[in-house]
């Protein structure tokens, strides 16, 4: 987000704890840089890390295409090995198609703010330390230096008749002109950067959620961090195919995914209108026309919307065992009761005597 360029490589990890198989580390844009081809795919040919040798404090220039890497120092080749990444394990994410920061193309109105703010605190000092004008008086530096120490200085008129005065040569800056010149620059900021404004403005109490991130500037951030996210899609694209590749070829791990198979979220929570969220994926799943994993992608509700899906579905075969238990232990209980009565009733002791009697002629 500074540079606008990012760099991020993959090895193979040298260590057996049976953790990852690969090591992740994130280069310096500032020593680290990839050469595309100018044909019209533009794919990396080579990507270089420059570093330095720890006596001689030459320039080391680490290079690595898809299948070889080289140490060259200064005009020679002191190192070529080749790898089984089976791509170039530097890869280049980039913020924009221009390659730019998120603040560089409002550098000139970062410039003017500090320039104006600067005038205005230079406006105080200079009130402060103001000089004083003497007319028709003759004042020389002991006189000065008498005032400064008694605080007071007594004038007379001069003998020619004009007027004596002492004052102070001000110009102050309008301040109230001053601040809607900086608040204009920092407007145009926030706009071009696509920042939220933390003005605290006032609206009515009638404003939706909708007007309010409207109006506040929450759905331009919005809108650039989504534009970012394309970018970084493309890049990790390249990434996990690096990864991959090492994954494949470490021993004990048994791991069969394609680029294809792996989705790409981003851990950014998005919490507007969650609300007509909400309703968006009830009513869908509500309906017997779409199927519920389509509502789950659909309403935006959810950053990683197929692993929520997988989560709510598990969720729903849990209750339903859980619903099946209790209904089978309700119908045991009453199986188990009514099995109770049914015992009793035949246990019921012989009747003796003339009751006896009866019983056998009926």
């Known amino acids: 987000c500074v540079c606008g360029l990012g760099y991020r490589m993959c090895e193979a990890s040298e260590e057996d704890d049976g953790g990852a198989p690969f090591s992740i580390f994130t280069l310096d844009p500032r020593n680290t840089f990839v050469v595309e081809s100018s044909a019209y795919h533009h794919r990396p040919i080579m ?20 299948t070889t890497y080289f140490k060259v120092v200064g005009n020679e080749i002191r190192e070529e090995q080749n790898h089984l990444y089976g791509s170039n394990p530097i890869v280049e994410y980039r913020l924009n198609n221009a390659r730019m920061g998120v603040f560089e193309p409002v ?5 003017a703010i500090n320039n104006v703010e ?3 605190l230079d406006d105080i000092e200079q009130t402060v330390q103001a000089l004083m004008k003497f007319i028709n008086c003759d004042v020389d530096a002991d ?6 120490k008694l605080g007071a200085v007594k004038v ?20 109230n002109g001053t601040q809607i010149t900086k608040d204009d620059l920092y407007q145009g900021v926030v706009n071009i950067c696509g920042m939220p404004n933390r003005n605290g403005t006032k609206g009515s109490s009638s404003d939706t959620g909708a007007a309010v991130l409207l109006r506040d500037g929450w759905t331009l951030a919005e809108s650039h961090a989504k534009s970012y996210e394309l970018q970084f899609k493309r890049s990790e694209r390249r990434f996990l195919r690096v990864v991959l590749k090492i994954c494949e070829c470490a021993s004990g791990v048994d791991l069969d995914l394609l680029i294809r198979d792996i989705e790409l979220a981003f851990n950014r929570r998005n919490y507007e209108n969650i609300l007509v969220k909400a309703q968006v994926l009830t009513t869908m799943l509500q309906t017997d026309k779409i199927h519920p994993q389509l509502a789950f992608q659909a309403c935006g509700l959810f950053t990683d919307p197929d692993a929520a899906y997988k989560k ?11 619903l099946e238990e209790s209904v089978l ?10 099995g109770g009565k049914v015992g009793s009733q035949a246990t019921v002791p012989e009747p003796e005597g003339d009751n006896a009697a009866k019983s056998a002629s009926a």
């Open 47 to 66: 990507s270089v890390w420059v570093g330095k040798e720890p006596l001689s404090k030459e320039d080391v220039y680490n290079v690595y295409t898809d």
């Open 107 to 111: 550098l000139a109105l970062l410039d």
């Open 118 to 120: 600067s005038n205005r």
């Open 143 to 148: 006189d000065i230096e008498e005032m400064r």
């Open 156 to 175: 007379k008129t001069s003998v020619d008749g004009q007027p004596s005065d002492i004052d102070v040569i001000v110009t102050n800056l309008d301040q």
């Open 312 to 322: 709510s579905c598990e969720y729903v075969e849990e209750k339903q065992m859980s």
């Open 329 to 338: 232990a309700l119908a045991t209980r009453q199986a188990i009761d009514q």
